[in-house]
Nanobody, 121 residues
Framework: QVQLLESGGGLVQVGGSLRLSCAAS????????MGWFRQAPGKKREFVAA????????DYADSVKGRFTISRDNALITVYLQMNSLKPEDTAVYYC??????????????WGQGTQVTVSP
């Protein structure tokens, strides 16, 4: 059974940084595109960032461009989301997901359980 396990969430002040990690249980996911999404209370789940299977292509939501960086280490089957200059509007549960190809849509095959990020004013 494929599992994605996020970690690294927490409480941070405005302007601070966090690095999220997502570890996959199956080596086959090293051939998948990986994405990060987030969902704030009362809002729809939204795309944050994605990376192709080999790391050669990345994509970001406009709201996080220049502040967030997605990367991956296929040897560890892990994807990262470095979040800098955090804002209160970044507060949400962050999910990682795996798909056959990079996309901003929710068409991902596998999802993690999520990790809470809270940015305090």
């Amino acid at each position: 059974q494929v599992q994605l396990l996020e970690s690294g969430g927490g409480l941070v002040q405005v302007g601070g940084s966090l690095r999220l990690s997502c570890a996959a249980s199956e080596r086959t996911l090293s051939r998948y595109a990986m994405g990060w999404f987030r969902q704030a209370p009362g809002k729809k789940r939204e795309f944050v960032a994605a990376i192709s299977w080999n790391g050669g292509t990345t994509d970001y939501a406009d709201s996080v461009k220049g502040r967030f960086t997605i990367s991956r280490d296929n040897a560890l089957i892990t994807v990262y989301l470095q979040m800098n200059s955090l804002k209160p509007e970044d507060t949400a549960v962050y999910y990682c997901a795996a798909a056959p190809y990079i996309t901003q849509t929710l068409a991902y095959d596998y999802w993690g359980q999520g990790t809470q990020v809270t940015v305090s004013p």
